[in-house]
């Protein structure tokens, strides 16, 4: 019998995908979210639910038991009092699990601009992830480093509906690279599979090209039926207010008000030229219609 695959998040965005795709090509797959009900529909197809709390190291140990890889990430945490220690509690448990249980193949989910220790907000703390990873000299790890999700643009969704602007602190022209998270698990799913694994290594996914916020905004508007939809960069009080609004604690708004800065003063970006291996297939026409548009008329 094949040692399994451990993909945590699997409730989440890349998780379920990472492991609906592992399934499906017979792989015996560990399902890792806080509650089994939500595990439910991976388990139905044959996967195995560890419900528990990736923040408990003991747990953790048992899940990576016997692994032959796993896709790790650091869940966004929205509410938490202190960003910083919220990522610094999660990552050290997920390293020292992964360290006792010695397990042989890693995916951890970074992003674009983890080369750097500060200025970039919430990715500071996934620095703080592939820093400490490099002490496990014996485990293949791949450092995922994707771009802006393309599902970030769903946070808008009430601006849209109650202001009928899109808006951040991000300047309207900056191009950042924005990616669907489809194509996030994809690429993971596919580098399990293939076993193309050497020693520690980052790979950057970039998704297909890189784009403004006013030509996303204008490509999501299209999507909704609002083609001149406009996008309005928001002075730092406003785009705090919005954050609260939204549900944000205190401390992660101020994050995300550090990393939109860092993406208007160019910091928060790859460190490698655009290539066939980081660009990945997900345009944002195709993300706006089939995933935005759907979940802008759910919100109606
Ligand atoms: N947004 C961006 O632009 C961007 C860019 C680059 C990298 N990233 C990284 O991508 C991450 C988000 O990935 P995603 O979109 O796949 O996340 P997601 O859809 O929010 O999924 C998070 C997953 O983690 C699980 N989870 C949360 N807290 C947990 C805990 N304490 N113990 C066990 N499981 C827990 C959730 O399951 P339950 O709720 O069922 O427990 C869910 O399955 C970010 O945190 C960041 O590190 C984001």
Redesign the pocket.
Known sequence: MKSPFVV?????????RIAEILLAAGEPVRI????RV??GPLAAKGAEPWP????DTAFLGKVFSGARGAFI?????YDASDIREYQDR?GASLVSALSKSRVPRIVA????GAHLAEGTG??V??HGLETRLTALKDAEIVYL?????M??HLWSIPLIRTRGVNGSLTRPDVPLPMIA?ED?ADATAHLFLEGKFHGHAVRYLLGPRDLTMSEATRILGEAIGKPGLRYVQFPEEEARKAMAEAGMSGSVAEAMLEMQRGFNTGIVRPTRERSEESTTPTTLEWFSKSVFARAYRAAA
């Open positions: 945590c998040g699997a409730t989440g965005n890349i998780g379920s890792v979210g806080r509650e939500r595990l528990g709390d990736i923040g990430l650091i869940p966004p945490k999660i989910l970074s992003s674009v919430p990715i703390g996934l480093r994707p771009a802006y999700f599902e970030n998270t996030i």
